[in-house]
């Protein structure tokens, strides 16, 4: 447990190191997408219109007066009432006329929602209605790039709702006040009329007066009719209201079985199954034969259910007694069946008043058939003129009470905040989107930079070396860069020769041996001469190799620097005073003899194509003391069958008996089998790979040829590598220090770094 608790804990640490060195190597990507987004964010946020927003609530009071009128005649009753109220907010009533008064708005001409095709749907569309949590108020909010208009819309929405529900609110009374205003007008017309009739009458017949019995007669009649028609008024006004409630209560009862359904609770569920269940049984008992109403399966049936609709009712009770104060369907109900009862009341008293009233008009109307014909007549239109007068009167009264009840009727909706003129724009949100830009920003960045390290094929870590070709590493190289003062100034030195051309030679010499990258011949004391010697300890001294003698340095691919690590390699175990030979097996693309400025020529293809040609022949010295190298000679036609050859073997085995370590330079595993030959010929085989060049794929293949040949290799080395990618800057500048403190050349410096608190003094500033 422990252990793989710590192998996780190191695997971890890895994968942080390999996103570390993701993010940094791609630094330059992520900072660029980082200020690409940021820019864009913030032109969008410069160049988006400014919205402003205003808000406006409204309280809905619902058990105010009149609110049961305007909630039963719009069929708005229900639990969700203010649902309900919200949808008509925005229906197209209201709307259009919030519209009407936008455009009588001194400055409508500004308001971009009047220059929509169809302001009506715009207006509709962007306005939003909310209802606030546990109480009856809801908001209307509107946004727009003018906040003049902001204010003005929400506003004139909440005005024209305000309106609606008033109108709502007044319609019994209203149709009240119209009713009477219509027989007004009637009356007012028939009033005329018989003043009318009674003048002319009087003038033609030259009669203008009646006895005083026709005379009281005539006016008790007046009275009577006078009193009929009031009668009848009322009756038909109490007819109109008894209908109304009616009509209302149809409306809440086709609904009402729905909401009461609605109000429910886990005990009441509870309850409503097991009722179904035993009305199921008592319908199953009822069919079976023996079973009557009486036997005692039935009657403990029904007693249980009889007690569960108790407790039903009880629970229903409770729930609606706790609901009360939002809704209860019943109780609105209640209320308007004793509305209706008690209007029933009076539309029956008023019929009885009517029929009383009726039988006495007709008693005085025999008395007045006995009179005379001209006096009759008189009396008649005396009595008509009499019973308008009355009912005129009558009606004018009505009316004026009609009215003052209609506009005493308020509305159930209070305005409890108007729409403000907003000061600042809700968006775009400046700060937000910013943090927005910087977010999304580096996170496109870092994906891009982990889409690319994804994507890519090649070798670029030691993460990658131990993930994918699980092999030790036996050494990092970094870069060998070209050192351009001494280049520049062994370029002085030579021009300055004028008569010494041997001095000229070595000079030019040793140009090209920089250029050709044998650090550790050119400059044994430089930390990548370093980096070759733990090279070469690592490989000599790896368990199970320390006997080796022949070692083969191939790589997977071309370009991956085989030939000049194994030169370098060379070099470093002949500095340990052992005898070194490097064998250039690459008779195809040699390079050994450029490396070692010598002649190609007399080198390993004649001696493997001839059996007269001795070691001797073709060994050739280097500059480095106890290194000899055998140049790859001509081309061949067959160079792999010639390294396949026993004659190949022989040379191994005089090269073990004269030399303390043989090397061999072989062409790339994929490229030719020449290195798969000559891998089982060798004690050691060691992989070159390149960062950033040698590819997954290639180099996995070049590992299952190997194993198809029974050879693993040894372990790899690995060139290329950015040594401040792998190493803190401050081990980086160490080393360097270090190396440079103990040089020869360093002697001038070693007095400015004459102790170590100094030394880390100086790296921690260049840091």
Known sequence: MEQNSYLDQQE?????????????????????????????????????????????????????????????????????????????????????SAIEKLKRNPQAANFPILTAENPVDALTEAIDVSAEREVDIFKITYKSTNPLETQAAVNAIIGSYQEENLTYSRAELTSVREFLEKQLDKTSKRLSVSEEDLRNYKILHKTFALSEETKEMITNMGEFEGQLQAAKTEFQVAK????????????????????????????????????????????VFLTKEGYTSSHPKLKLLKTENNNIRNKMKFEMDQILKLDKET???????EQLLTSIVLDKVTYESTMAKVKALQSTVEEYQTRMSALPDAEIELARLERSKTINETIYSMLISKYEEAKIAEEGKLSNIRIIQSALLPKNP?????????????????????????????LNTKISTLSDVERFVKLSVLGTIPNIPVDDEQVVSLKERIAKITDDEDERKRLTKKESEIAARLITHTNPKSPIAESYRTFRTNLVSRPGFESAKTFLITSSGPKEGKSTSSSNLAITLAQMNSKTVIVDCDMRRPMQHN???LEKENGLSKYLQSETCQLSEIIKHTDAENL???TSGHVPTNPSELLASPRMDELLDELKKEYDYVLLDSPPIIAVTDALILAKKVDALVLVLRVDITDKDIIEQS??????????AAGVLVNGIQVKSYYSGYKYYYYYYYYYYYSDDGKTKKKRHHNKRQLFKKMLSKN
């Open 426 to 454: 809700v968006s775009p949100k400046v700060k937000m989107n910013i943090l927005i830009g910087i977010i999304l920003g580096l996170g496109l960045g870092a994906g891009l930079a982990f889409l690319l390290e994804n």
């Open 595 to 597: 490396l070692h400025f």
């Open 703 to 712: 590992k299952k040829l190997l194993d198809n040949v029974g050879v693993k």
């Open 628 to 630: 000899d190298i055998i």
């Open 12 to 96: 971890q640490e890895v994968n942080l190191k390999d996103y570390y060195r993701i993010i940094k190597r791609h630094f330059k990507l992520i900072f660029l997408m980082f200020i690409v987004v940021l820019a864009a964010t913030i032109f969008y946020t410069i160049k988006a219109d400014r919205i402003y927003e205003s808000t406006g609530k409204v309280l809905l009071e619902m058990n105010k007066q009149g609110a049961d009128l305007f909630m039963s005649m719009s069929s708005f009753g229900g639990r969700n009432e203010l649902n309900n109220q919200m949808q008509v907010i925005q229906s197209r009533p209201i709307i259009s």
């Open 240 to 283: 109109n209201r008894l209908d109304f409630q009616k009509s209302n209560l149809a409306k809440i009862d086709s609904t009402l079985g729905g909401e009461l359904l609605s109000i429910s609770s886990p005990l009441l569920e509870q309850l409503r199954t097991k009722l179904i269940e035993n009305e199921s049984k008592l319908s």
């Open 327 to 333: 809704y209860n369907p019943l109780e609105r109900r």
